[in-house]
């Protein structure tokens, strides 16, 4: 049985939403982030950085996100393109894009006292360079016009990258004010999954 780690709208949400979308038997597991449990001794056994989200699957016990994601979609089909395609090196560099640019920079915008002193320029500075980031993504999705982020089928890229647009909400010029951006994540989170997910980690408005 495989064992999500997770604690709501913490980047276990894309994870939650890849297990939703395969269909296959899964628990949730729910980390008290509001009594440090994620930073307990039996949780650092699972993940030493203290971090979620953490899939446990079988002996497998496995954090950061990308990966379980990729693992996933390895492990069950349709949810990546075939090893060895072109298509498959597009889905590899948005997933190393997404977690190691745009979430490297959301975190400094969610977590600026770890870089600095002033924590307000940190945050105004890591809002800037995001926003060329969900430009790019929009610009993705107008070239090739379809309907999810990699083209005409949904992938373990699609939760991923809706979670981190999700985490811009609260900006200024969030994701979803970016037209083709915009109406992909209407597309993602009108997914039965997605609403499944939502409803259970009992997300407020606005999700995204």
């Known amino acids: 049985m495989i064992e999500l780690h997770y604690f709501p709208s913490n980047a276990s949400f894309a994870p939650h939403i890849l297990l939703e979308e395969m269909g296959i038997p899964f628990t949730l597991r729910v980390v008290d982030r509001a ?9 650092l056994k699972l993940n030493p950085n203290g971090l979620i989200p953490v899939l446990v699957d079988g002996d ?29 090196a597009e889905y590899y560099k948005w997933m190393v894009w997404l977690t190691n640019t745009l979430q490297a920079m959301l975190i400094h915008y969610f977590y600026p006292d770890r870089m600095a002193s002033d924590a307000a320029e940190v945050k ?73 997910v939502v409803a259970k980690e009992k997300l407020p408005d606005p999700v995204y």
């Open 124 to 196: 105004a500075r890591a809002e800037a360079q995001v926003a060329p980031m969900l430009d790019q993504m929009d610009a993705q999705l107008a070239r090739h016009g379809g309907a999810w982020f990699l083209g005409n089928e949904y992938t373990a890229v699609d939760p991923l990258a809706f979670m981190l647009c999700r985490w811009t909400r609260m900006q200024a010029n969030p994701a979803k004010t970016r037209p083709a951006l915009g109406a992909y994540l209407q597309r993602v989170f009108d997914r039965p999954a997605t609403q499944r």
């Open 60 to 88: 497998l016990v496995l954090y950061e996100t990308a990966a379980i994601l990729m693992h996933l979609a390895d492990c069950h089909a349709g949810f990546a393109p075939a090893p060895g395609t072109p298509q498959r």
């Open 35 to 43: 009594n440090n449990e994620h930073k307990s001794p039996a949780y």
